[in-house]
Structures are given as structure tokens and as C-alpha cells.
């Protein structure tokens, strides 16, 4: 229906977004993603080549992989399709499919452009295989997520992923000019507003746009924000943040690994980055104890008491107040000295566990709770370490056909140290008393 009323004029009269205005008319337009189309871009190659295969666009939202697809289409002579995933089943796919097998036929290559390709399941997906491999349609899919998560195996491996970067603030001011010259009008900001606008737009061009059109609408004549104000009148764009997806992950991996690596500020600022963009708070709680146990273990043993502390302080004084409770557990974590080796013994001691299946321990060892137990000798020889000398027997407590182990080594870090020179001891203790 658009199409009618397009090919007719009578949309011309109709309101269109500032985005919608300002697309790129040729590939050379495209701002902030030269790998792809300057002058010896991926895709700038590839046109040169003649042939462009199908591909998969995959980057943050706002950064033109929409634009692109449909410049490339006009670029290669190939009819334009656009479909979205999150609309289209089965049945629209095979109507997309026969009209563009109907244009092969007349010498008329299709580009089919898929938004959200991610959103299709694996049957839709492997239903794009045939036409693709027979040259029916080009794909172009688009997707905000991590392709090799997404999308099955069969589709990348007959498509080339193309990364669009998020814009950077030299992008994002570009626009925000070439919207200024389009419109006629200044942005109504000062220059500390400005920097503000570019990095509230989270380099995504659409945005950057969106918030500009928020502020033509909300400023009087002759009127400039300035930075405070600028954040009162747009209430600034929620981050791109999807508590299931690639962006949830990356945070908590940037968090884990600043607080294992022991800089507290970094720390600090991927546990604001997170709790700014609404993550779970108790999540955060969870991985900030998985840490202590992980990373810090025996060498710190109070910082499973503070991790733990944290999670109970949120729970009790809730959000917002709770969460400083977070940031002192993740600043002490991040402080802590650092010992893995707990968690290095855990697996050791587990695997050594999987594979040697139910060994007896020794009977010396074993209670006997019954006479006949005893009588064939249930804790025979076992000796009371509390009734030793240093409270230490130095008996064996290993399975015979297993015999002693070694898993968990302590680092010679926190209190680890103390741990390790107690060991050392009882070892030389185990040696002398067994002769």
C-alpha cells in the first residue's frame, strides 16, 4: 500500500522522521563505517567484482545496515525486497521466494534485505539455503546479535559476516551537521550540551537524529540548553542493553575480569554501566560471590563474608541505597589478593573423582556402628588427632588403590601464605611420623 501511495505522490505532504529524510543516496555517504564502503572497503571491492554473494550485516542499531543494503541493490542493478523477521512466517517467505524466482526468470536479480534475521528459528532460516545456493536472491541479513550465536551453521557458511561498528563522536557530529544544514536550523546548545547530545546517542545515528528532532520541538526561539538542562528535556536514551543478549554478556565478562585483573575503577565503571542499564541487581549480587570463590578464594577469605554481606545489604535496603553495597563488594574484590587455587584443586579433585569411580576409603577411617563392623575391623587403628602431639596424627585417609594426592596447591598471596607454610609443616609432620 505504501508503494501506491508513493508511486502516486501523495506521501510527499506526509510527516517523515528526520532519519527517514536524511538517508544516504549513495554508498559514499555512509558515515563511520569506511572498512565497509570507502574507498577500499569490503563492500567497495566486492561491487568492483561484480558479484557480491550474500551476506550477513551484523552491529549495533542505528549504524546503517538497512541504508547500505538498499544502496548495494541500487548499486548492482538487483530489485530491492526488505523483509522483517519479526513479521514474516513461512508462508510469506515462499510468496517473497516464487516473485523473486518470477524476476530471475525475466533477467531481474532480487537483493532480499532480512531485518532481525536472528528472530527466524532454524526451519525458517534452512529455508533461505535453496534459494540462495541457486541464485534466486541475494541475502542481505541484518542483526544486532552475535551471528555465530543466532544463526545456524548451514546459512554462515554460504554467507560472509560484515561487522558495522557503533558510530564514533566524529560520526555522530557529522550527522548531527548534516542535519543542521538540512533543516536550516542550529542545534539550540552550548558547546558542553553538544558533547553531551553525541554521547547520549550511544553511536547510533538513528538516535542521534531522534534527539535532535526532541530538541527543535522543546526549545523557544533563541533558546540554548545547556548540559543540565539537555538532560532534563530528553530524559537520555536508555543504553543498548538486552538483559538476554550479546550486550548482557559482555558487561559481566568486562566486570569478572577487572575485578580479577585488580583495578577497582574499571570495576567500578562496568558495575555502573550495568546497573545504569537495568541489569538484575541480585544477577550482580550472584556473580560478585562467584567471583570471591573463583578469584580470590582462601587468599582473602573475607571476601566471600563481603560478597555475601553485599547481596543480604541489597535485599534489605533495595534500590537504590542497596547498590552502593554492590560497588564496596566490587571495589574490595577488585583489592583483594588473588588466588585460583581452590577452584584449580575443585576441578582437579573432581575429575580425579569421575574417573576413578567408588574406591573404598580406608577402614581405618570408617565409623562401625555395629559389632560386626568392628569385628572385621571399622576404624581399627584410627587415631584421635585431637589426642596427638600438635594435634596432628598424619594417618593416610586415601583410598589404597587410589593412594595420596595432590590438588590444591595455595599461592604464596594473602593469607594463602599462612596456609601454605601450615601445610608444609604438617607434610614434614606426615613424613617424620611415618618413619
Partial sequence: MSDLFSSAGLDKGAPRPLADRMRPQKLSDVVGQDHLVGTDGILTRLIASGSLGSLVFWGPPGTGKTTVARLLAHETDLYFEQISAIFSGVADLKKVFEAARFRRSTGQGTLLFVDEIHRFNRAQLDAFLPVMEDGTITLVGATTENPSFELNAALLSRARVLIFKSLDEDAIGKIL???????????????????????????????????????????????????????????????????????????????????????????????????????????????????????????????????????????????????????????????????????????????????????????????????????????????????????????????????????????????????????????????????
Fill in 177 to 435: 551537521r548534516h542535519a543542521e544544514d538540512i533543516t536550516g536550523q542550529s542545534l539550540p546548545l552550548d558547546d558542553e550540551a553538544r558533547e553531551s547530545l553525541v554521547r547520549m546517542a550511544d553511536g547510533d545515528g538513528r538516535a542521534a537524529l531522534t534527539l535532535a528532532e526532541e530538541l527543535w520541538r522543546s526549545a523557544k526561539p533563541g533558546e540554548v540548553f545547556d548540559a543540565a538542562q539537555l538532560q532534563e528535556i530528553i530524559q537520555r536514551r536508555a543504553p543498548i542493553y538486552d538483559k538476554g543478549q550479546e550486550g548482557h554478556y559482555n558487561l559481566i565478562s568486562a566486570l569478572h575480569k577487572t575485578v580479577r585483573g585488580s583495578d577497582p575503577n574499571a570495576a567500578l565503571y562496568y558495575l555502573a554501566r550495568m546497573l545504569d542499564a537495568g541489569e538484575d541487581r541480585l544477577f550482580i549480587a550472584r556473580r560478585l560471590v562467584r567471583m570471591a570463590v573463583e578469584d580470590i578464594g582462601l587468599a582473602d577469605p573475607q571476601a566471600l563474608v563481603v560478597a555475601n554481606a553485599a547481596k543480604d545489604a541489597f535485599e534489605f535496603l533495595g534500590s537504590p541505597e542497596g547498590e552502593l553495597a554492590l560497588a564496596q563488594a566490587a571495589v574490595y574484590l577488585a583489592t583483594a589478593p588473588k588466588s585460583n587455587a581452590v577452584y584449580t584443586a575443585y576441578k582437579a579433585a573432581m575429575q580425579t573423582a569421575k574417573e576413578h569411580g567408588s574406591l573404598m576409603p580406608p577402614m581405618t577411617i570408617l565409623n562401625a556402628p555395629t559389632k560386626l563392623m568392628k569385628n572385621i575391623g571399622y576404624g581399627a587403628t584410627y587415631r584421635y588427632d585431637h589426642d596427638e602431639p600438635d594435634a596432628f596424627s598424619g594417618q593416610d585417609y586415601w583410598p589404597e588403590k587410589l593412594g595420596r594426592q595432590t590438588f590444591y596447591e595455595p599461592v604464596d598471596r594473602g593469607f594463602e601464605r599462612d596456609v601454605k607454610k601450615r601445610l608444609e609443616w604438617w607434610e614434614k609432620l606426615r613424613r617424620e611420623r611415618r618413619g
